[in-house]
Each structure stands twice: as C-alpha cells, then as structure tokens.
C-alpha cells in the first residue's frame, strides 16, 4: 500500500503556483464571505421564528411550525435546485432579468445571482435549525421570567428583546455555534449551483492539473483549521457571555 | 495483547502492499471477472444521455457496445458491461484510478490528458462553438466581452473560452443539461460546449426554435475514448476493434443511426474527416 | 414558464422510484453501519488508554471539521489511489456516510453514556461484573434510551444527505429528479414533488421515532431535540 503512496507523483508546488493558487484563495474568500452572512440572515430569520413559534397566539405559531417543519426536512440540496432552478421558472420574465443582472461587488469577489441564491438557500435552510434551538432554549426558561416580566408592563416585544432572547442566546450559544459550524460546511453545497468555493477550487485543480490528491489535501486541512479556529474563538465568546448559575453543561451529543 | 495487535497489523500491511502491487493489466482483469466498466455520460446528447424514455442510449454507448461484443467473440465468453455515470470533471481520475475501463462519451483527446490517460483512435471531430438564444445578438466569441457565458467544470471549452473571452464572465456548471437550462432561465447570455453537443441538447430540448449554435470552432474537439495509461495490450485491443468496425461498416451504421438524416442530430460527416477515419485503419 | 404536471409520466414516475429505492438502500445501509462504528468510536473516545482515545478524538475531530461532500470525494477519487482498488459509486458513497456520521454519532452517544449516573457504574463494579459486562447490561440500555431522540435527528439527516451521493453519479432520487428536470425544463415541479417525497419521509421517521421513544421511556416526557 506504501508503495502506491509513494509511486503517486506528487507535486505540492502546484498549491503555491499562479494560476491554482489564486483559484484556491479566490475558493477560500468565497467560503469566508458566503457563510457569515448566511449565517447572519439566519440569525435574523430564526429569532423571528423562533419568537413566531413561542407566540400565545395560535396563527403566528402555525406559521412558524409550517416553516420549521417543511425546511427542517427536506435536503439542503434540493432546497438550492429549487431557489435556483425552480422558483425563476414561475417568475415572469421582467423579474427574471432582474435576478440575473445582480452583481455585488465585495472583498474582490462578485456576488452574482449563484452566489446569492446559496446564500439566501444556505439562511432559509439554517433559520429553520436556529429557530429551533432557540425554541427549546427559550421553552427551557423557568416562566416564572416571562410573568414577571409582562407583570412589570413590559409589551410582548419588550419581553423577547430585554429578557427572553438575552438568556436564550447565551444559554443555546454551544448548540448556535455548532450550527454556524454546520453553515459554514453545507456552503460546499454551492459547487452544484455554479459558486466557486473551496469544494469547486479542488475540483478545478484537478481538472487543470490532474493532481487533484494535493489540492484535496490542502482543501481538507483548510476546512479543518477555519473550523477548529471558529471553535476556538465561539468557545471564549461562550465564556464571555455565560450567565454564571445557568451555564448549561457543553453537551457534546448536541447535533 | 500489544505484541498481539502490532502483529496484526504487520500483517496487515503486508497484505494490502502485496494486494496493491498486483497491478494486472485491464484485458487480464476482465477477463477475469467477466466485467467491462464502461464510463458514459447521461447529458451529452447524443453521445451519451437519457432519453425521454429514461434510457441510458448515445452514439459512444453503441460503439463500446460493439467493443464489448468483439471482447466476447475473441475470449470466448460472455461478458458483462456496466455502465457507470462520469461527468466532465471525474472521468478522467475515474479512469485513471482504476474505477472503470474505458470512458466512452465526449471526451477531447489533448496532450496535457495525455500524460495522465491514454487514448484510443479518434471517434469523431468537432470544434467548441457557442449556444445562444434566438435574437440574443451574440454571433462569436467576440461579442462575449461583458456578457455571462456558461460552461462545465473539467471541459476543455471552460479552459479555452477563458482564454479566447477574457472579458467574459464565465459561470461554472456540473455538467451540460444544468448549463443548458441556466441558458433557457436567461442566468448565462451564451453556453459553450463543442459543438455537436450544443446541437444535440437543441435538438433534444422542449423549444429548439428558441436558440441557435452560433460562432466558428475557436478549439478544435477530435474525441477518443479514455484508457488507463501504460496499458497497451488494452489499447491495442479497442483500437483494433474500432478499426475493425471502421473496416466493415459498423461504425458507419451507427454513425448513421445518430448523426443520419434520421438521427437525433442530424451530422452529415465531411470528406475529410472519412477519409483520415478510413486511413486509421491499419493493415492486418 | 408556467406549471404543467404532465411531465410525470409513468415512465419518468417508475425512474424516480428506481432512484427512490437506491435512496432507501443506501440510508437503510448507511444507518445501520454508522450506528455500530459510532458506538465503538465513542467508547474508544472514553476509554482510559491513550493509544485508544487519541486516535478516536483525532478521527472525530477531523471529520466533523470537513463537510461530508470533502469526504464522499476523498473515497470516490482519491483512496483507489491508495488501496489500489477502486470502488463502486454506491460503496463509496455509503463508506462516506457511514465513515462521516460515526464521528457524530459518537458524540451523540458519548453524551448520553455519560449522563448515566456515576453509581450506577460504581454498583455495576462493586457486585463484580466486568467491565465489558457493565458497558454492555447497565450503562449502555440506559444510555441508548437517553440518546434515542437525538440518534433519530442524526438519522433522519442522514437520511436527507443521500442527496449528495449525486456528485458521484450514484442515481439516487435527486439525481434522478435533476435528469428528468433538466432535460424537460420542469424544474419547479420535479423539485416541489422532490422536496415533498422528502417531507413525507422524515416525518414518518420523526413520528416513528417519537413512538419509539414512547416504548423506551414511558415514565420521561423527553421532547425530540431539534
């Protein structure tokens, strides 16, 4: 079997060479760029669903079930082929130009529509996961904090902004960052709707080169220690914001 | 019990060294196991796709169907050929890692793949050229500057449409039925491919009046089948049938079938191209 | 465009069954081998002899750093290179499953080993059963019991990412819904009936699963975890 290792005809330098290195730092940049701000339209859209689904009123909470369940359980994968291929088969032609003629100039890169689309995919597809995380943690409160604070006169939004969301957020932060983990990762998912991310650049290398063993290798180590400094980073961040008293123990089962 | 487990993996990798230094030739290894792997293509029309009927069918299919019976008749048994999918940007690691025999699709022979793979006789000639929709205004690669033009990872038009329009966006695809619709949705102004495929895809598609194959060749697409490399008595082999059936006709018939006045893309085939077709035939 | 469900035709319908049932094999498969190789990692992630444990925590470590498409091309292409024998799209693709989601499972099951009550292991010790005897008739039943919901989530993503096996050519349902979607130009249909054959899946998974769960512990009201 070593032999075999050592009969492939490796040939590292292609990592550092012109035209592989920048299709591997232009792979690097698009990962870098698409999943924070996915992660933060899903932020934004699962604290809005996750409040929907806590809600005493019963249409607000049907919506919010509706969403989590169908999104929740179908496969990111088919969740991208329909935003990019499914749902501009409905719109009229006027609305289709449009979409396509979007080009966002960011960090050197353009955003374009399959940019775009893998964004907005990658955030409905992780509200889904956030809203529910942040459900369980904010069902986890004792009620006693939502009684006191609506019988202080704080309005419904009041309440989620100063008291509930606050204690949630900290309180989920393991299960959070395991899901911006997960964000980041499914953004290789992009490779099947035309975006240049890490995935694609080792593919490319492989088709320019054929040495595509050295560009796995440094792609895999590159997923591994943007993970592990992410890891390290949300793990101080956690710290940082724990409310001593009600530090839920980092369950690793978490998914 | 350490001594126990160090001993079982000395073993053990002994074993897999010895498995992995058995590097048998392909004829050796299907005669073998009665297997011809044969990678195509499920989107290249019409050299390897599916059609309306959900069947697996194309003119490489046909000719390494024909390879395959040839294989029976000289080893005198039967011989089974499964075909495995392989798209643009696997099916040369595919080949080159053992996983299938031969690729039968639209593969461009050039010398950089060369070096990697090996290559049987030319099958058939084309040139990359470009798929617009009707009324779009694209006549070459020149009115590219500025517009979105798609191609698929791994091909040697994504390589070159690069080169010949820089100023071109270029959106990578996985493979030519995604491209194709991205064109039909108006997300690329123009898709390239060589040629014959982008005629096949028209062809194939639900509104073919809507686009035109536009542009002269700007590469030149001579297809061969894919070969492990160093494997000569394997290539000897499919290049001898394949000029036994330029010799006796075969090749022309299912040319025909495909590229006829009756085919799916109707390909009338220049003198030139028969005539060098024709003169790989070397004498017995 | 508009909508037209003529294109599921009996011919397109029976190819997507063909690719649903390739699903069914290969999650049906990836489940059950993931389980075991899952378990035992994560009991070498708790074992006390480093040579056991540091592999173990390297192996989960590593693959939950990368995503599971890195590792489905790493079987596909890249391990021939080194065995020497190359494997069939299927089995590469199900390996990649069942190699990706050990890790995880691991954690999943490392968790819930580890919520057994310390005495109950120092019992199992103290009226003489062995070690392997107490993993095996106290710890693990009442781990398992505890992990069931989150298994099941494990199971059902699981379940979803057959979907990648596409980027090898396996022609499991998506693939198949994409051949016919791309050739018809009937995205938004095949991919609506695509996600819903999805939906019904996972939610008879998730019903299931609750009543399994019902079985297992009926004396706890245990919420599936999301």
């Known amino acids: 079997m070593f032999e075999r290792v050592l009969a492939y005809d490796f040939r590292w330098s292609i990592l550092w060479e012109p035209p592989y290195a920048d299709m591997l730092l ?50 990111l994968l088919v969740q991208l082929f329909f935003w990019y291929f499914g749902v501009p088969q409905l719109l009229p032609p006027t609305a289709q130009n449009w979409l396509n003629s979007v080009n966002v100039p960011l960090l050197g890169l353009t955003l374009n529509v399959e940019v775009w689309t893998l964004i907005v995919g990658l955030a409905i597809y992780t509200a889904s996961r956030v809203a529910e995380t942040l459900r369980a943690g904010i069902q986890s409160l004792p009620r006693q904090q939502t009684e006191a604070g609506l019988s202080t006169g704080l309005s419904r939004l009041q309440l989620y902004r100063y008291v509930i969301l606050p204690q949630a957020v900290r309180l989920m932060l393991p299960s959070l960052t395991t899901e911006f983990l997960t964000t980041y990762k499914n953004s290789s998912l992009g490779i099947t709707i035309g975006v240049a991310e890490m995935t694609f650049a080792t593919r490319q290398i492989d088709a320019y080169t054929f040495k595509g063993l050295e560009a796995a290798t440094a792609v895999t180590v590159l997923y591994l220690a943007i993970s592990l400094t992410i890891a390290g980073i949300m793990a101080i961040v956690e710290r940082a914001t724990a409310i001593p008293g009600m530090i839920a123990r980092r369950s690793g089962g978490m998914p | 019990m350490l001594s126990r487990v160090l001993l079982l993996m000395a073993v053990m990798s002994v074993t897999l060294g010895g498995m992995a230094n058995a590097a048998e030739g392909t004829l050796d290894k299907i005669t073998r196991g009665g297997k011809m792997v044969m990678g195509a293509r499920s989107g290249s029309v019409p050299f390897g796709f599916i059609d309306k009927d959900n069947k697996w069918v194309g003119f490489s299919i046909d000719l390494c169907t024909e390879i395959k019976n040839k294989l029976e008749s000289k080893l005198g048994k039967k011989i089974e050929l499964e075909l495995k999918e392989v798209t643009p940007s696997n099916r040369i690691p595919l080949v080159a890692n053992g996983t299938i025999d031969i690729e039968c699709g639209s593969t461009t022979y050039t010398r950089a793949r060369d070096e990697t793979v090996d290559f049987s006789l030319n099958v058939f000639f084309t040139g990359s050229q470009l798929l617009v929709k009707q009324g779009s205004g694209i006549k070459s690669t020149a009115d590219l500057a500025g517009k979105r033009v798609g191609a698929t990872q791994g091909t040697t038009n994504e390589k070159a449409i690069r080169e010949v329009a820089p100023k071109a966006t270029v959106v990578v695809f ?107 035939v070397m004498p017995k | 465009m508009n909508f037209d469900l003529g294109v599921f035709t009996p011919g397109n319908l029976r190819f997507l069954f063909d690719g649903f049932v390739i699903t069914l094999r290969l999650a049906a498969l990836g489940i059950f081998f993931s389980f075991w190789l899952g378990t035992a990692a994560a009991f070498a992630r708790l074992s006390k002899r480093p040579w056991i444990h540091y592999p173990a925590v390297v192996y989960i470590e590593a693959i939950r750093g990368v995503p599971l498409i890195m590792v489905i091309l790493w ?52 009226t003489g059963l062995s070690t392997f005897q107490t993993m095996r008739y106290i710890v693990l039943p009442q781990a398992l019991r505890n992990t069931v919901p989150a298994l099941v989530t494990r199971f059902i993503i699981l379940f979803k990412d057959t979907s990648l096996a596409y980027v090898i050519g396996v022609r499991e349902l998506t693939h198949s819904a994409y051949i016919i979607s791309q050739r018809e130009f009937r995205p938004f249909e095949l991919y609506t009936l695509l996600a819903l054959i999805y939906w019904v899946c996972t939610f008879s998974m998730s019903r299931l699963a609750r009543s399994l769960e019902r079985c297992l512990a009926p004396d706890r009201r245990v919420a599936l975890k999301p």
């Open chain 1, 26 to 75: 232009d792979g690097i940049r698009m990962t870098l760029v698409v999943s924070p701000i996915a992660w933060g339209l899903a932020c934004m859209l699962g604290v809005a669903v996750a409040v929907c689904r806590t809600a005493p009123w019963r249409l607000p909470r049907a919506l919010g079930t509706a969403y989590v369940e169908f999104f929740r359980n179908t496969p």
């Open chain 2, 174 to 280: 996985q493979d030519h039925p995604s491209g194709f619709l991205a064109l039909e949705q108006g997300k690329i102004d123009a898709y390239t491919t060589d040629g014959i495929i982008l005629a096949g895809l028209r062809a194939k598609s639900p509104n073919a009046a809507n686009y035109e194959v536009v542009g002269d060749f700007y590469t030149n697409e001579p297809y061969s089948f894919i070969l492990r490399e160093n494997d000569s008595k394997w290539r000897d082999f499919v290049n001898h049938a394949l000029m036994e059936m330029l010799e006796d006709g075969t090749y022309f018939t299912i040319y025909d079938k495909w590229f006829g006045a009756e085919g799916v893309v109707p390909y009338p085939m220049p003198a030139a191209v028969r005539t060098y077709l024709t003169m790989q």
């Open chain 3, 75 to 126: 079987f596909y292409f890249f391990t021939p290179v080194f065995t020497g024998m190359p494997l069939e799209n299927f089995t590469s693709a199900l390996m990649a499953f069942v190699i990706f989601y050990s890790a995880y499972l691991a954690e999943d099951i490392r968790a819930g080993i580890q919520s057994v009550p310390v005495g109950q292991i120092q019992a199992a010790y103290s």
